[in-house]
Protein backbone atom coordinates (compact mmCIF):
# COMPACT_ATOMS: atom_id res chain seq x y z
CA UNK A 1 0.00 0.00 0.00
CA UNK A 2 1.16 3.01 -0.75
CA UNK A 3 2.41 5.46 1.48
CA UNK A 4 -0.08 8.35 1.91
CA UNK A 5 -3.33 5.57 1.08
CA UNK A 6 -1.80 3.92 3.69
CA UNK A 7 -1.73 7.31 5.99
CA UNK A 8 -5.94 7.53 5.05
CA UNK A 9 -6.54 3.77 5.66
CA UNK A 10 -4.81 4.13 9.36
CA UNK A 11 -7.25 6.61 10.51
CA UNK A 12 -10.02 4.87 9.30
CA UNK A 13 -9.34 2.41 11.07
CA UNK A 14 -8.68 4.23 14.08
CA UNK A 15 -12.14 5.76 13.86
CA UNK A 16 -13.58 2.86 13.61
CA UNK A 17 -11.49 0.75 16.78
CA UNK A 18 -12.54 4.34 18.65
CA UNK A 19 -16.10 4.07 17.69
CA UNK A 20 -16.09 0.58 18.62
CA UNK A 21 -14.75 1.54 21.90
CA UNK A 22 -17.57 4.64 22.53
CA UNK A 23 -20.09 2.02 21.81
CA UNK A 24 -19.07 -0.08 23.99
CA UNK A 25 -21.54 -1.07 26.94
CA UNK A 26 -24.33 1.23 25.49
CA UNK A 27 -28.27 -0.06 25.90
CA UNK A 28 -30.70 0.07 23.38
CA UNK A 29 -32.28 2.62 25.00
CA UNK A 30 -28.49 5.06 24.95
CA UNK A 31 -28.55 3.95 21.23
CA UNK A 32 -30.94 5.30 19.96
CA UNK A 33 -31.51 8.58 22.39
CA UNK A 34 -31.56 12.02 21.01
CA UNK A 35 -31.33 14.84 23.52
CA UNK A 36 -33.70 17.17 21.23
CA UNK A 37 -36.45 16.46 18.15
CA UNK A 38 -33.64 17.99 15.55
CA UNK A 39 -30.39 16.00 16.92
CA UNK A 40 -29.20 12.60 15.26
CA UNK A 41 -29.27 9.50 17.45
CA UNK A 42 -25.91 7.25 17.94
CA UNK A 43 -27.18 4.48 16.19
CA UNK A 44 -28.31 6.93 13.40
CA UNK A 45 -24.86 8.54 13.33
CA UNK A 46 -22.73 4.33 12.78
CA UNK A 47 -25.35 3.97 9.86
CA UNK A 48 -24.47 7.38 8.13
CA UNK A 49 -20.84 6.86 8.80
CA UNK A 50 -20.86 3.32 7.42
CA UNK A 51 -23.27 4.32 4.34
CA UNK A 52 -20.40 7.81 3.94
CA UNK A 53 -17.47 5.23 3.50
CA UNK A 54 -19.19 2.92 1.50
CA UNK A 55 -20.63 5.42 -0.58
CA UNK A 56 -17.48 7.19 -1.66
CA UNK A 57 -15.45 4.09 -1.81
CA UNK A 58 -17.58 2.02 -3.86
CA UNK A 59 -19.75 4.20 -6.18
CA UNK A 60 -17.63 7.30 -6.35
CA UNK A 61 -13.78 6.18 -6.85
CA UNK A 62 -14.77 2.53 -8.21
CA UNK A 63 -17.92 2.87 -10.02
CA UNK A 64 -20.18 -0.14 -8.31
CA UNK A 65 -22.61 -0.72 -6.31
CA UNK A 66 -22.19 -0.24 -2.88
CA UNK A 67 -21.96 -2.76 -0.51
CA UNK A 68 -25.22 -2.19 1.20
CA UNK A 69 -26.74 -3.25 -2.17
CA UNK A 70 -24.74 -6.10 -2.89
CA UNK A 71 -24.82 -7.28 0.84
CA UNK A 72 -28.45 -7.08 0.63
CA UNK A 73 -27.60 -5.16 3.90
CA UNK A 74 -31.32 -3.14 4.08
CA UNK A 75 -32.73 -6.24 4.88
CA UNK A 76 -30.15 -7.78 7.58
CA UNK A 77 -30.57 -4.25 9.39
CA UNK A 78 -34.07 -3.55 8.74
CA UNK A 79 -33.05 0.02 7.01
CA UNK A 80 -34.73 0.45 3.66
CA UNK A 81 -34.24 3.80 3.88
CA UNK A 82 -32.35 4.92 0.87
CA UNK A 83 -28.88 6.77 0.66
CA UNK A 84 -26.52 7.62 3.16
CA UNK A 85 -28.71 10.44 5.18
CA UNK A 86 -26.93 13.34 3.16
CA UNK A 87 -29.42 16.18 2.84
CA UNK A 88 -32.34 14.61 5.12
CA UNK A 89 -34.28 16.63 7.12
CA UNK A 90 -34.75 15.99 11.13
CA UNK A 91 -37.92 14.48 9.91
CA UNK A 92 -36.96 12.37 7.65
CA UNK A 93 -34.33 11.47 10.21
CA UNK A 94 -36.87 10.64 13.20
CA UNK A 95 -39.44 8.74 10.33
CA UNK A 96 -35.82 6.15 10.08
CA UNK A 97 -36.37 2.38 12.15
CA UNK A 98 -34.65 2.51 15.20
CA UNK A 99 -31.06 1.38 14.30
CA UNK A 100 -29.88 -2.41 15.00
CA UNK A 101 -26.08 -1.06 15.78
CA UNK A 102 -24.50 -4.78 16.61
CA UNK A 103 -25.82 -5.37 12.51
CA UNK A 104 -24.84 -2.21 11.26
CA UNK A 105 -21.37 -2.47 12.93
CA UNK A 106 -20.80 -5.80 11.30
CA UNK A 107 -21.71 -3.90 7.37
CA UNK A 108 -19.26 -1.08 8.76
CA UNK A 109 -16.66 -3.87 9.73
CA UNK A 110 -17.29 -5.52 6.34
CA UNK A 111 -16.90 -1.89 4.65
CA UNK A 112 -13.95 -1.22 6.44
CA UNK A 113 -12.29 -4.11 5.12
CA UNK A 114 -13.16 -3.71 1.52
CA UNK A 115 -11.85 -0.02 1.88
CA UNK A 116 -8.35 -1.62 2.85
CA UNK A 117 -8.52 -3.99 0.00
CA UNK A 118 -9.20 -1.78 -1.99
CA UNK A 119 -6.47 0.45 -1.37
CA UNK A 120 -4.28 -2.31 -1.31
CA UNK A 121 -4.63 -1.72 -5.54
CA UNK A 122 -4.83 2.10 -5.98
CA UNK A 123 -1.42 3.83 -7.27
CA UNK A 124 -0.42 7.44 -6.50
CA UNK A 125 -1.89 8.54 -10.03
CA UNK A 126 -5.42 7.34 -9.34
CA UNK A 127 -5.41 9.96 -6.60
CA UNK A 128 -5.91 12.44 -8.96
CA UNK A 129 -7.88 11.12 -10.62
CA UNK A 130 -11.45 12.94 -11.07
CA UNK A 131 -14.87 12.28 -9.56
CA UNK A 132 -18.10 13.80 -9.30
CA UNK A 133 -19.35 15.27 -6.79
CA UNK A 134 -23.01 13.76 -5.44
CA UNK A 135 -24.89 17.29 -5.87
CA UNK A 136 -24.00 16.78 -9.01
CA UNK A 137 -22.94 20.41 -9.03
CA UNK A 138 -19.81 20.61 -11.38
CA UNK A 139 -18.21 22.87 -9.48
CA UNK A 140 -17.85 20.42 -6.69
CA UNK A 141 -16.34 17.69 -8.43
CA UNK A 142 -13.32 16.40 -6.70
CA UNK A 143 -10.14 14.85 -6.97
CA UNK A 144 -9.79 11.08 -5.17
CA UNK A 145 -7.29 12.57 -2.70
CA UNK A 146 -9.72 15.18 -1.82
CA UNK A 147 -12.46 12.21 -1.29
CA UNK A 148 -10.11 10.37 1.01
CA UNK A 149 -9.30 13.26 2.86
CA UNK A 150 -12.92 14.29 3.31
CA UNK A 151 -14.37 10.76 4.00
CA UNK A 152 -11.48 10.70 7.19
CA UNK A 153 -12.37 14.39 8.24
CA UNK A 154 -16.43 12.95 8.53
CA UNK A 155 -15.47 9.87 9.71
CA UNK A 156 -13.61 11.88 12.71
CA UNK A 157 -16.78 14.58 13.30
CA UNK A 158 -19.21 11.74 13.73
CA UNK A 159 -16.77 9.85 16.03
CA UNK A 160 -16.76 13.42 18.09
CA UNK A 161 -20.36 13.59 18.10
CA UNK A 162 -21.09 10.06 19.25
CA UNK A 163 -18.55 10.26 21.92
CA UNK A 164 -20.40 13.88 22.90
CA UNK A 165 -24.09 12.20 23.05
CA UNK A 166 -22.44 9.19 25.47
CA UNK A 167 -20.72 11.67 27.75
CA UNK A 168 -24.12 13.57 27.99
CA UNK A 169 -25.76 10.38 28.95
CA UNK A 170 -23.02 9.04 31.45
CA UNK A 171 -20.47 11.70 31.85
CA UNK A 172 -17.25 12.40 30.51
CA UNK A 173 -14.94 9.23 29.88
CA UNK A 174 -17.84 6.73 31.65
Avoid at 78 to 91: K, L, R, Y
Avoid at 94 to 109: G, T
Avoid at 125 to 134: A, N, R, T
Wanted: some cysteine.
Amino acid sequence: MKPFIATVDYGLKECFSDLERVLEGLSEAELNWRPTLQSNTIGWLVWHMARVEDNWLNIQLQHRASLWERANWAAKTGIETPGNGWGQSAEEIRAMPEMNVPALMAYYKTVRAETTEYFKTMQEQDLKSIVKHPSGDPSMDWTYDRVLGHVLAEEGQHLGQISYLRGMMRGINK
